[in-house]
């Protein structure tokens, strides 16, 4: 930690906010001719890697001048009257919840922009391609350091129409349709939670997220807390997703373009997760309570339903897409950030938002991998990969099968790598749930999770064996190794999939207090 004046501090935090805005505005202007070089879309390209490379550096500055000694405060506030009549403020503020989600987006957008520098996926021209990744990151960052509930809404609609586009025009086959479904799926759920927001907010008097919290709920009756969880949960469901609002979910990663894949599953689907932490929960606590073992059961459904449908993929004459596979595993990962937050526990709590952070890394650099294999292939059919093209990545491009079996184990939780923690302890929180929640309903939960996590294993095994493993035929075409581009952008996210299995107490110890104060009254 370093020692950084809180001027300065809530500086870097609006810098990071506002600067993609900026940068995505200067992105649609002409280049002067000194930096448009020999390729004026190199230019643009190389401008986008420029401000998401400083956004993240804003970040990581952020993170070392954050008070580690006091992670459950809220800090870098920002709070300027915005709409007076409304009583709509321009606040903003990071704790321990919030920040690793804030620079894991900061980290996977400039990941994305310097793998399209050398990788621009085909589509229109890259000042358009560039603009709307920055919007995008503009919006997801927004999105958790804001602490007002109309300001969370607009920035959590604000990354719609820049993910629409990236898989409508950047996107592979089936992107019109995919994209459609993706916008109005968000656009549907998202018009069910506003008008919850909007009864906190008139109920309570006050938007304020961080004084709603601290008064946790007293302000509003149960019957309110009740219809304002049943609304806003819809709408944080559906981007989470919940089984069975997910559907949108396979279609949208199948169709888009390899970073958009890793923006939507690395990012986007944390922002439904992080609003039942930082808004339902705190705010509601007793509507939540009541729908807390629905929640509980929708998300072990998931789990199952989401490896089931894995293995189906995984199958040999299944035509499962490789791209899909991953996507449907998200959905039981997220069960189990599901079923950690229903405990209502510090336990479950700690546990959801450490998987929340552990599916970013290990899923981003899943789909990253999945995407250099169809960049080599053409294609990301199992059965074609398996027997057609002969991709037994250990022989013919090690290093690239190496690290996809990396990424299918610390996916199925191996212990020692991050994705173990999170789904540990969501399921040592449903063996103690909450005060006034079921206790054999959630041992049920429990023993139903441990059952996904055998299915999770199973059908990453099975991809592995057939994509890595066996003799390749004589006529395959010759695979290229990891290009120093792709080594780049994949080595932070393979290093901090270690460091969080191997030291877990580098997140614990920012997100457990935060929680602690969280459930006992909401962040000061």
């Known amino acids: 930690m370093i020692d950084i004046n809180e001027s300065v501090m809530q500086f870097l935090l609006a810098f990071v906010v506002v600067g993609p805005l900026l940068g995505a505005a200067a992105a649609l202007l002409p280049a002067p001719p000194g930096l448009k070089g020999k390729s004026p879309e190199q230019a ?22 954050f008070d580690h000694d006091q992670p459950s405060k809220m800090q870098a506030g920002t709070d300027i009257s915005w709409i007076p009549a409304l009583d709509v403020r321009i606040h903003l503020g990071i704790d321990g919840i919030s920040l690793p989600l804030l620079v894991l ?14 990788k621009m996926p085909a589509g229109p021209t890259p000042k358009a391609f560039v ?7 503009s919006g997801t960052l927004a999105t958790f350091a804001v602490l007002d509930l ?14 629409y586009f990236l898989i409508a025009r950047w996107g592979g086959e089936g992107r019109a349709e995919a994209a459609w479904k993706f916008i109005l799926y968000t656009l549907l759920g998202s018009v069910v939670m506003l ?8 109920k309570a008097g006050t938007f304020d997220m961080v004084a709603l919290a601290t008064d ?13 969880v ?25 169709a888009a373009p390899t970073v958009g894949s890793v923006l939507l599953a690395g990012v986007l689907l944390k922002m439904g997760t992080y609003g039942f932490v930082r808004i339902l929960l705190p705010i509601a606590p007793d509507g939540f309570r009541t729908f807390a073992p629905y929640l509980a059961a929708f998300a072990v459904v998931g789990i199952i339903y989401g490896s089931l449908a894995c293995l189906a993929l995984a199958k040999r004459g299944a035509k499962g897409d490789l791209k899909r596979l991953i996507a449907y595993s998200s959905v039981g990962h997220m069960g189990f950030v599901l079923l950690g937050i229903a405990t209502m526990t510090p336990t479950g709590l700690n546990g959801a938002l450490f998987a929340n952070i552990a599916h970013g890394l290990i899923t981003g650099l899943l789909f990253f991998l999945v995407g250099a294999l169809k960049d080599r292939t053409g294609t990301t059919d199992l059965d074609t990969l398996a027997e057609e093209t002969g991709a037994a990545l250990y022989g013919k491009a090690p290093r690239l099968g190496g690290l996809l079996a990396f990424a299918a184990v610390a996916s199925l939780g191996l212990p020692g790598l991050a994705g173990f923690w999170g789904e540990m302890l969501a399921l040592f929180g449903a063996f103690e749930p909450a005060a006034g929640l079921s206790r054999p309903a959630f041992l049920t939960f429990m023993a139903i999770g441990v059952f996904g996590t055998l299915l999770t294993a199973a059908y990453l095994l099975v991809v592995v064996r057939r994509v890595c493993m066996g003799a390749a035929p004589q006529e395959a075409p010759t695979l290229a190794d990891v290009q120093s581009y792709e080594f780049a952008a994949w080595t932070p996210l393979v290093a901090l999939t270690v460091v ?10 920012l997100t457990d207090p935060a929680v602690q104060q969280l459930l006992a009254g909401g962040p000061r």
Request: glycine letters at 10%; proline letters at 5%; one cysteine or more.
């Open 195 to 202: 008008l919850g927001l909007l009864l906190i907010g008139i």
């Open 230 to 254: 049943l609304a806003i949960g819809i709408g944080l469901a559906v981007k989470t997703p919940m089984w069975p609002l997910h559907s949108w979910l396979p279609d949208a990663h199948t």
């Open 131 to 137: 603009a709307l990744l920055l919007v995008l990151e």
């Open 105 to 118: 987006t900061a980290l996977l957008t400039f990941l994305c922009a310097l793998y399209s520098y050398f």
């Open 216 to 228: 946790n709920g007293r302000p509003l009756t149960t019957s309110v807390q009740v219809i304002a």
């Open 500 to 509: 969080a299995g191997l030291w877990p107490k580098t997140l614990l110890g």
């Open 150 to 163: 109309l300001l969370f809404f607009l920035a959590f609609e604000m990354v719609l129409i820049p993910m």
């Open 44 to 65: 643009v390209l190389r401008h986008g890697v420029t401000v998401t490379g400083g956004v993240l550096i804003a970040a990581i500055v952020l993170a070392l001048g």
